[in-house]
T-cell receptor, first 109, second 119 residues
């Protein structure tokens, strides 16, 4: 079956760095997305990786290793507004999005 | 970036009534639209995938006669929850994929969601 694993919840301190991991086992691979979702709102796009390596976009970076079925989202200089759920989603061979359950990130002052 | 709107943003209805939710892609043509449901503190659950001009493909366990999906144009898809019951209360989110003008073919652009409460 298809499976996306990410931690349920993480806590970090304002100004610090946090890494949210995502491992996947899917039928085929056509890219991996990270989305941010604040409570009561729809997800918003953060990043897309289809090749191995690190993609940096401001305070957020996303890494992919296809051979290991692994990705991480790195958040730097954490701000209180970064408190949200972070969803990992993989595009499978049928171009369907397979969603992880999300990681709730709690930022403390 | 591409914009997707949803209407209404919030709806409260009585049990047994039908509710229609609209999803529109405002600045691109969406060949494919997706409908998700999300219960509190849970991840997104894909309900169905709709392609413009054809019947929607429903995920296992989703009743197609209860959740009617129409994707009549490249910018509009509707989800009708028929004979709604309290257990249908949830956050319904649509997303759209731009398969016409190019760009990242795989990216889905999300609407703001519709919170349905059935009394």
């Amino acid at each position: 079956g298809q499976n996306i694993d990410q931690p349920t919840e993480m806590t970090a301190t304002e100004g610090a760095i946090v890494q949210i991991n995502c491992t996947y086992q899917t039928s085929g691979f056509n890219g991996l997305f990270w989305y941010q979702q604040h409570a009561g709102e729809a997800p918003t796009f953060l990043s897309y990786n289809v090749l191995d390596g690190l993609e940096e976009k401001g305070r957020f970076s996303s890494f992919l290793s296809r051979s290991k079925g692994y990705s991480y989202l790195l958040l730097k200089e954490l701000q209180m507004k970064d408190s949200a759920s972070y969803l990992c989603a993989v595009v499978d061979s049928n171009y369907q999005l397979i969603w992880g359950a999300g990681t709730k990130l709690i930022i403390k002052p | 970036g591409a914009v997707v709107s949803q209407h209404p943003s919030r709806v409260i209805c009585k049990s047994g009534t039908s509710v229609k939710i609209e999803c529109r892609s405002l600045d691109f043509q969406a060949t494919t639209m997706f409908w998700y449901r999300q219960f509190p503190k849970q991840s997104l659950m894909l309900m169905a995938t709709s392609n413009e001009g054809s019947k929607a493909t429903y995920e296992q366990g989703v009743e197609k006669d209860k959740f009617l999906i129409n994707h009549a144009s490249l910018t509009l898809s509707t989800l009708t929850v028929t004979s709604a019951h309290p257990e249908d209360s949830s956050f319904y989110i649509c997303s759209a994929r731009d398969g016409v003008s190019g760009g990242d073919y795989n990216e889905q652009f999300f609407g703001p969601g519709t919170r349905l409460t059935v009394l």
